[in-house]
């Protein structure tokens, strides 16, 4: 009924983005999103690539799928951009919200500054033949958007000195977590069942979780960090890798040249990644450039100390005082000393718990929907008429 009513009113947006239905941090408020405008009476069309043949879940809108082509990756990202624009302007949707996977909308919201990014992983300028990279240089070169909103600062100041957007364009707006799925009066809950899955006793357990892309989130530092430890110390530890396989060969060829393998633990991503934040004593996000890190809001919103750096987005929702404190860059010295720290003292664990809990635990996906449709307003989405 109520999309029904979006209908005769016109009022229906699309949300284009290539991987919705995956697995991240991403998608996760893309869904939130679509389903916040499905209840406030909005026809939401989610525009995607990775779309189950099954459909969508319930009350998130209904999905559009474009068909994949067996092309090589500089190729799909323009198939897919090129479809979907297509898919827009045939459409006449009365808004559209865009995410960096296609070239005009009414609002830009953007997960990933590609350029700098791979300019800090791996120290030299990133492909111009690069689809997406493509993609987005023809975004901010047409410029048809009212306001592209940024996960952090640190993503607000490379879209100005990249791309040379004035800044009033580019409101800051954090991801929000899902209070209902990380919380850590859950710990109690997951804690002894997974360690137990784990087969990590009473260890200190340290851990890393993403999506994917170790490369990119420092897991290489993260090893030499935790091999440096010394061996009275170490011994006390496990360390957890979450995230996807498929690149992992290298790190755990690495972990057993360092002589770490045997206390590494790598598990395969997952929907339930609070669980494992649970089981863990240390996050560590060692990441070379991220630009929020979901996983860290994440841990902290479970109640896990997190160890991390200046050019992790996510830090700038800590005080201050202490984002001031933390080093600008990873550093595997640097990590190796805060481990050594919060592994010999559950008094320093839990007063850093208990600091990044309060940061971000007002950081919810509803405040994210509440600012969100406040810069969506302005940039002329309707009212639903009753």
Not at 130 to 140: K, P
Request: positive net charge.
């Amino acid at each position: 009924m109520k999309r029904q009513q979006a209908l005769v009113n016109g009022r229906r947006i699309a949300i284009v983005f290539r991987g919705i239905g995956d697995i991240g941090g991403t998608n996760n408020t893309i869904a939130d999103h679509a389903r916040q405008f499905e209840a406030l009476g909005y026809q939401v069309d989610l525009i995607g690539e990775k779309i189950s043949r099954s459909g969508l879940p319930g009350g998130t809108g209904r999905g559009i799928r474009i068909s994949r082509l067996p092309l090589a990756g500089r190729y799909k990202w323009r198939w897919f951009a090129g479809r979907a624009q297509r898919v827009v302007d045939r459409a006449g949707y009365d808004f559209v919200a865009g995410h960096g996977h296609h070239y005009r909308q009414n609002v830009l919201s953007m997960h990933n500054c590609l350029h700098r990014a791979h300019e800090l992983v791996h120290g030299e300028p990133i492909p111009a033949d690069r689809g997406l990279v493509q993609v987005h240089d023809r975004i901010f070169s047409i410029g048809q958007f009212a306001y592209c909103i940024c996960n952090s600062r640190l993503m607000q100041d490379e879209i100005v000195s990249r791309y040379g957007v004035e800044r009033e364009r580019l409101p800051v707006v954090y991801p929000g977590y899902r209070p209902s799925q990380f919380n850590r009066s859950d710990r109690d809950r997951y804690r002894g069942s997974v360690r137990a899955e784990l087969g990590c006793d009473d260890s200190v357990l340290i851990g890393l979780v993403t999506s994917g892309d170790f490369a990119k989130r420092g897991l290489d530092i993260l090893l030499e960090a935790y091999a440096g430890i010394p061996d009275k110390t170490r011994r006390k530890t496990r360390l957890l890798v979450l995230g996807k396989l498929g690149k992992s060969a290298r790190f755990i060829e690495r972990a057993k040249a360092l002589g770490i393998a045997d206390r590494l633990h790598f598990v395969p991503h997952t929907r339930e990644p609070q669980r494992y934040f649970h089981a863990l004593d240390i996050c560590v996000h060692p990441a070379r450039y991220e630009e929020f890190g979901q996983t860290v809001q994440e841990a902290m919103a479970c109640g896990v100390p997190v160890v991390t750096n200046q050019r992790v987005g996510a830090s700038e929702l800590l005080p201050a005082a202490w984002h001031e404190q933390l080093p600008s860059a990873p550093d595997a010295g640097v990590i190796r000393a805060r481990l050594c720290e919060l592994i010999n003292s559950s008094e320093r664990r839990a007063e850093q718990a208990a600091i990044g809990y309060d940061a971000v635990r007002s950081n919810t996906d509803t405040r994210n929907m509440e600012r969100t449709l406040l810069i969506y307003r302005d940039a002329g989405l309707p009212t639903v008429q009753a």
